[in-house]
């Protein structure tokens, strides 16, 4: 099984949601993982930016109590409406539940 297919698995299970085959899908059809109240689409690479581990770093140490540690990217000219929101998973799951 490639290492993309088993993360998907993981992340559903993980979540309380199924992985969506790909086979006869297009982009946009249907998200990786089928789920009640989540669209969720899985991105998995050998490794992500040291810049992005650094920003959830901070995020996670400054963090105060209970607080939800979260990363906001920002791309020049693009709305702040539209921003991303990024945390850990096990963050997600320990405020949002399965």
Same mark, same amino acid.
């Given at each position: 099984?490639?290492? &993309?297919?088993?993360?998907? #698995?993981?992340?559903? +299970?993980?979540?309380?949601?199924? #992985?969506?085959?790909?086979?006869?899908?297009?982009?946009?059809?249907?998200?990786?993982?089928?789920? $009640?109240?989540?669209?969720?689409?899985? +991105?998995?690479?050998?490794?992500?930016? /040291? &810049?992005?581990?650094?920003?959830?770093?901070?995020?996670?140490? /400054?963090?105060?109590?209970?607080?939800?540690?979260?990363?906001?990217?920002?791309?020049?000219?693009?709305?702040?409406?539209?921003?991303?929101?990024?945390? #850990?998973? $096990?963050?997600?799951?320990?405020?949002?539940?399965?």
């Amino acid at each position: 099984m490639s290492t &993309w297919k088993a993360c998907e #698995r993981t992340i559903a +299970k993980i979540l309380g949601g199924e #992985r969506v085959p790909v086979s006869g899908r297009q982009r946009g059809d249907s998200p990786d993982i089928a789920h $009640d109240w989540l669209s969720i689409e899985v +991105k998995h690479r050998k490794s992500l930016p /040291s &810049w992005l581990w650094d920003a959830m770093d901070q995020a996670q140490a /400054s963090k105060v109590e209970d607080q939800l540690p979260i990363v906001v990217l920002h791309e020049k000219s693009q709305k702040y409406s539209e921003c991303f929101v990024l945390m #850990r998973l $096990d963050d997600f799951t320990d405020y949002f539940g399965e």
